[in-house]
């Protein structure tokens, strides 16, 4: 399967150049988390060239919200949602509400988190870029492949909502040999979120308990959880472990800076993990993790998950690639290369 790396700042012409030109019989599919309906390329080419067959399905947080939770959306970002949904041809679809509508449901828990871009069967996902202008400048990918199966998932999830987490904690199917999409539906066990499960993580563990070499990972936070403790257990053992996340420094919400600027505390006093703390020009929001054993086979992960624990307990419904197809990883290794190493 040819699966190619693109930058969050290729997003949007790449999806408006294939609404555009795309054969009759090709419906568009778009779904986000978080939206922002002012002065966005994406937004205005599905109201330029939509069709009725297509869907916008935005998750509840980015419906209420828009682009972060302040609180408050700005009476024009209120405006230009209507405009949206007065003149876009298809279906405005909301992922939700949750069962029990209350801020907390809506901005911390069961949130999903998916992100993807489709014409036809042409895809981009399994990355972070969110439909929103501030997202396509970030240090971020998405994938641009072909599947069909990966579309009727895609659809599936929205039809469903939260109800797909009744169905189970996720999937996993193949692409080919070498590429394989994890699904988390994101299904918490109780109110209290003990013993999720999630797809994504377990696996990523699963490949990370045989003897490695290095192993390089991106994140939007300060690693923490049982993938640090890991981690922190390879570094003992003499494994070259890089992990890029943002300065706390870097996030907007108050909550979320105090809680990165305590982890960023707990793993200076520690040195748990090779955390890169150094400040890039732009955030970053690339989730990705390669890994080189120490017979020489490489295995990566991209997606929308951040690996780290405390998404699991909130439920997010995520996806992301496992591939060891050599071609794909050596992309991901160029864009760390060019975007994050040296910062």
């Known amino acids: 399967m040819n699966i190619s790396v693109v930058s969050a700042q290729q997003v949007p012409n790449i999806f408006v150049n294939r609404l555009k030109n795309r054969q009759n019989n090709e419906t568009a599919f778009v779904t ?46 209120k405006a230009a949602r209507r405009e949206f949904q007065e003149n876009f041809p298809g279906s405005y679809v909301v992922m939700g509400p949750p069962p029990s509508v209350n801020l907390t449901n809506s901005t911390i828990l069961n949130r999903c988190h998916i992100k993807a871009y489709a014409v036809g069967n042409k895809v981009l996902s399994l990355g972070g870029v969110n439909c929103v202008p501030a997202s396509y400048g970030f240090i971020d990918v998405m994938l641009d492949f072909e599947s069909d199966i990966f579309v009727r998932r895609l659809h599936e999830i929205a039809e469903k909502g939260v109800h797909i987490r009744k169905v189970g904690a996720g999937e996993r199917f193949s692409l080919d040999p070498l590429n394989e999409i994890l699904i988390d539906y994101g299904r918490r066990n109780n109110c209290l979120g003990l013993g999720n499960k999630s797809i994504i993580m377990d696996s990523l563990l699963d490949d990370l308990r045989r003897s490695i070499k290095t192993a390089t990972l991106s994140s939007t936070s300060v690693p923490s959880g049982r993938l640090d403790s890991m981690l922190a257990k390879h570094m003992k053992k003499g494994a070259d472990i890089t992990f890029y996340a943002n300065h706390p420094s870097k996030f ?89 190493s040296g910062v």
């Open 32 to 77: 986000s988390m978080s939206a922002w309906f002012e002065s966005n390329p994406i937004i205005k080419g599905l109201m330029e060239y939509g069709r009725p067959k297509d869907i916008f399905a935005l998750d509840y947080f980015g419906h209420r919200h828009g682009m972060i939770p302040t609180g408050v959306m700005k009476k024009s970002h």
């Open 252 to 340: 907007r919400l108050p909550l979320s800076s105090v809680y990165e600027r305590w982890l960023a505390q707990a793993h200076a006093l520690k040195a748990k993990t090779a955390w890169i703390d150094k400040r890039p020009d732009k955030f970053n929001h690339l989730k990705t993790a390669v890994i080189t054993y120490k017979s020489g086979q490489k295995v990566a992960y991209v997606g929308s998950h951040n690996f780290h624990d405390l998404h699991v307990w909130a439920g997010n419904a995520e996806v992301c690639l496992r591939t060891t197809d050599l071609r794909v990883i050596g992309q991901l290794e160029g864009f760390i290369a060019k975007n994050l």
